[in-house]
């Protein structure tokens, strides 16, 4: 079956510095590749998604995702935190021929002055 | 343009009563899923609907759960009896296509709590 894998439940950075969320995923035919954020009291909204067009994904809010097929990984990254950023981001992945999505157990990225 | 909404956005319910959330996708999109979210777990996929049908419903946990899509409208997803296990954060999502990397619009969740 496939996993996705979140590494570490929450992340703290401080404003301006680099943002690195871990996302791994287990299948061996890659899957799609999805980054979800949800910030208080709202529901998840997309950041960006793998299309197998280009490795380097950009999402909104200054956020990436580079795709790395060695390492079966999807990590997220921003260059500079800002204080809005702070949320609980979700890793997806669908497998080819599927509906559904596996989410990983999610990070919450906590942002200091 | 409206999006994905649920109602009501917080349930707390005694166990072995029962409970209905609702779900109203967006306009136009034929496929549905509920999720939910056990606390401290990641989100687990329910069920889909395509239209009124259900295309796939593996991730009900057992038959305390029923959901419905009349018309191919809006959704609910009942709990009778309601379980303490049952507690979580409901995600309901729609999308126009289905598979690959179409993007699935969520709502905001519905918390249940069983107490």
């Known amino acids: 079956a496939q996993s996705v894998t979140q590494l570490g439940s929450h992340v703290s950075v401080s404003e301006g510095a680099l943002v690195l969320l871990r996302c791994n995923y287990s299948s061996s035919v890659p899957p799609y590749l999805f980054w979800y954020v949800q910030y208080p009291n709202q529901g998840l909204q997309l950041l960006l998604k793998?299309?197998?067009?280009?490795?380097l994904v950009k999402g909104i809010n200054g956020f990436e995702a580079e795709f790395k097929k060695s390492e079966t990984s999807f990590h997220l990254t921003k260059p500079s935190a800002h204080m809005s950023d702070a949320a609980e981001y979700f890793c997806?992945?669908?497998?080819?021929?599927?509906?559904?999505?596996?989410f990983g157990k999610g990070t919450m990225l906590l942002v200091s002055p | 343009e409206a999006g994905v909404t649920q109602f009501p956005s917080h349930s707390v319910i005694e166990k072995g009563q029962t409970v209905t959330l609702r779900c109203d996708p967006i306009?136009?999109?034929?496929?549905l899923y509920w999720y939910r979210r056990v606390m401290g777990k990641e989100i687990k996929f329910l069920l889909h609907?395509?239209?009124?049908?259900?295309?796939?419903e593996s991730g009900m946990p057992n038959n305390r759960f029923l959901a419905e899509r009349t018309g191919g409208t809006y959704s609910t997803l009942k709990v009778q009896p309601a379980e303490l296990e049952d507690s979580g954060v409901y995600f309901c999502a729609s999308s126009q296509a289905q598979g690959g990397n179409t993007e699935a619009f969520f709502g905001q969740g519905t918390r249940l709590t069983v107490v």
């Open positions: 793998y299309t197998s067009a280009a490795t």
């Open positions: 997806a992945a669908r497998k080819a021929g599927y509906s559904t999505l596996t």
């Open positions: 306009s136009g999109h034929d496929n």
């Open positions: 609907f395509v239209k009124e049908s259900k295309q796939d």
